[in-house]
């Protein structure tokens, strides 16, 4: 089965910069959006941003004006760029694939960010 493979965590000082990538392992047909969902310890699994194949994009308030999603369609590839880093942004990150045949979603195995203060 297709997998997604998330790379570009690291660890970084607050204020600093990392860029995610995710890429499948084979072919998906027909995706519709692609995401970036993060859960820290002890908390739940939450959406950090999502683009559609329309190129509709929406980010959860705590991310606006810091985190960029973006994608390139001919690798279907997923990107997210994450500037001026809080410690609260520490999490393992997920990317996520909405597609319009089963499986329906793809996960990632998830990469660390953590931002020191």
């Known amino acids: 089965q297709v997998q997604l493979v998330e790379s570009g965590g690291g660890l970084v000082q607050a204020g600093g910069s990392l860029r995610l990538s995710c890429a499948p392992s084979?072919?998906?047909?027909?995706?519709?959006?692609m995401g970036w969902y993060r859960q820290a310890p002890g908390k739940q699994r939450e959406l950090v941003a999502k683009?559609?194949?329309?190129?509709?994009?929406n980010y959860a308030d705590s991310v606006k004006g810091r985190f960029t999603i973006s994608r390139d369609n001919a690798k279907n590839t997923v990107y997210l760029q994450m500037n001026s880093l809080k410690p609260e942004d520490t999490a393992v990150y997920l990317c996520n694939y909405e597609a319009t045949f089963y499986p329906y979603k793809y996960w990632g195995q998830g990469t660390q960010v953590t931002v020191s203060s």
């Open positions: 683009i559609t194949t329309g190129g509709s994009t």
């Open positions: 084979g072919t998906i047909f027909s995706i519709k959006a």
